[in-house]
């Protein structure tokens, strides 16, 4: 097969509509004279303040358990490589993922999602899906779920996801949770996760509310002290936390 480029592409980033809060530009400017570039894997401050930030959702983690890479894609290539088994996606979703899939020898299958939104699989339908690649001699692994879906511009009701998320955990699925788009919600809408030691959330520096040039994404693994074969527990919607 020929290696194509453009297969791999990433879509256009987000057009920057909102402007930078003045607290980060505040620390924009401070780190405006540091030019020692981040190590690899994210510096420990910047792996603390990914940790401060998902502790406020009530997402406890340790920076000895945060990664930070050059954007979203690297994250979710590392993810599917650090394992065996295929990959669930949503139909539709994001351009890359199937890409990414395919880089990482992973062969993946796509999910149709609800009528009511997208960026979550219909959970009957992930239920189905899951055991017909185990009959054919398949071991589904990872579930990506993108709540605030940018690729049909809507958010997954809390039900649903509840639903997504037990039938992942029953299936023993490893979630993965695309957060590009979750802080660009208000705060009626915008949600936190209780999130099992199987449920690994992603960022993007790519969103509306961050500059061009802002940090590298970070990603929480799951815990390394959950054996893989344990089952994960449902990461269902909780109230955001004030």
Do not use: K
Not at 7 to 24: I, N
Not at 95 to 119: F, K, M, N, Q, T
Not at 174 to 192: A, F, G, H, I, K
Not at 211 to 239: D, E, H, L, Q, T
Request: contains cysteine; proline residues 17%.
């Amino acid at each position: 097969m020929q290696w194509n480029p453009a297969a791999l592409s990433a879509p256009p980033a987000a057009e920057r509509g909102l402007p930078v809060l003045p607290e980060l530009a505040g620390r924009l400017a401070e780190a405006a004279a540091d030019f020692v570039p981040e190590p690899v894997g994210g510096g420990r401050p910047l792996r603390e303040a990914a940790c401060g930030y998902w502790s406020r959702r009530g997402l406890p983690c340790e920076p000895e358990l945060v990664v930070a890479a050059p954007g979203a894609q690297p994250l979710l290539l590392a993810l599917f490589a650090s394992a065996g088994g295929e990959v669930l996606l949503t139909r539709p979703c994001a351009a890359s993922y199937s890409p990414l899939a395919r880089l990482a020898g992973r062969l993946a299958y796509h999910v149709g999602v609800p009528a009511e939104c997208g960026g979550v699989p219909d959970p009957f339908a992930l239920l189905e899906t899951v055991r017909r690649i185990r009959a054919e001699g398949g071991r589904p692994r990872f579930l990506v779920l993108s709540v605030a879906d940018d690729t049909t511009g809507t958010v997954a009701p809390p039900e649903i996801l509840h639903e997504v998320c037990e039938a992942a955990a029953a299936e023993e699925l490893t979630v993965v949770s695309d957060e590009t788009w979750r802080d660009t919600l208000t705060t009626r809408t915008r949600r936190s996760s209780s999130a099992p030691p199987r449920c690994t959330p992603t960022r993007s520096s790519s969103s509306p509310t961050s500059p061009a040039p802002s940090p590298p994404p970070p990603g929480r693994p799951p815990s390394p002290a959950s054996p893989p074969a344990a089952p994960a527990r449902p990461c269902w919607p909780v109230p955001p936390r004030s």
